[in-house]
């Protein structure tokens, strides 16, 4: 699986052109990505990244990391997922990144998103879907979203986000109106943000194989 993942991460570059500043994402998917913006690094201005994690690799590379308040918005946003619709809406959070991706993809023109075929899904909900939550909200959430959803929020106790909140992971969900989903859960209390791009969703998806597909 990792071969496509690097497949698609490398086909991403096709987006980056010379002077950019580029909106990193989080995950193994983009850091092939990195590695492959590495050999770009010269041409380009600079990089907004969505975690420490991705922070440490892009400048591991050399790659300068800016600050999103300084840049204005971006031209360039690749991320990954964890689960991809027909309709380019997302699951994303498994790497507790899920906020400040949010924000990237957000203030970004383009939002290419990369992913293996078996993250392809025709409903979303297999992956259980994060939640970021202010910790002392957690158990409040947690019930507020057994009543929005249906579904079962588990605690994925020891993770820690980059803002200092916590994750529940929200199993067993069947989401077809995924825009409804997102707006709904954004309105409990002591929600950060739900892992759902539905409204901000992906422009682009770029299914890693040989060769990879551009959706
Ligand atoms: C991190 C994310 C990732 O994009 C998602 O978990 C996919 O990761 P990977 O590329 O490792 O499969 O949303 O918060």
């Known amino acids: 699986m990792s071969e496509a993942k690097r497949l698609a991460g490398e086909k991403a570059i096709e987006y980056v052109e010379d002077g950019m500043v580029v909106g990193v994402g989080t995950g193994s998917t983009v850091a092939y990505f990195i590695d492959a913006l590495a050999r770009l690094r010269h041409r380009i201005a600079g990089a907004v990244s969505s975690s420490e994690q991705s922070t440490e690799r892009l400048r591991g590379h050399g790659i300068e990391v800016l600050d999103l308040n300084d840049t204005g918005p971006l031209p360039l946003y690749v991320d990954g997922a964890d689960e991809c619709d027909p309709s380019k809406c997302l699951v994303k959070g498994g790497g507790a990144a899920l906020t400040r991706e949010k924000i990237i993809a957000e203030a970004s023109e383009r939002f290419v998103c990369i992913i293996d075929p078996a993250k392809r899904v025709d409903v979303l909900g297999r992956f259980p879907l994060p939640v970021e939550v202010i910790p002392m909200?957690?158990?409040?959430?947690?019930?507020?979203?057994?009543?929005?959803?249906?579904?079962?929020?588990?605690?994925?106790?020891?993770?820690?986000?980059?803002?200092?909140?916590?994750?529940?992971?929200?199993?067993?969900?069947?989401?077809?109106?995924?825009?409804?989903?997102?707006?709904?859960?954004?309105?409990?209390?002591?929600?950060?943000?739900?892992?759902?791009?539905?409204?901000?969703r992906a422009d682009v998806v770029i299914v890693g194989g040989e060769p990879p597909r551009v959706l």
């Open 137 to 200: 909200a957690r158990s409040l959430v947690a019930r507020e979203l057994v009543e929005l959803t249906g579904g079962q929020p588990v605690w994925r106790q020891g993770t820690v986000t980059d803002n200092g909140n916590l994750v529940l992971d929200v199993h067993n969900l069947r989401i077809v109106d995924p825009v409804a989903m997102e707006a709904a859960i954004n309105q409990v209390p002591g929600v950060v943000s739900v892992g759902l791009f539905a409204r901000r």
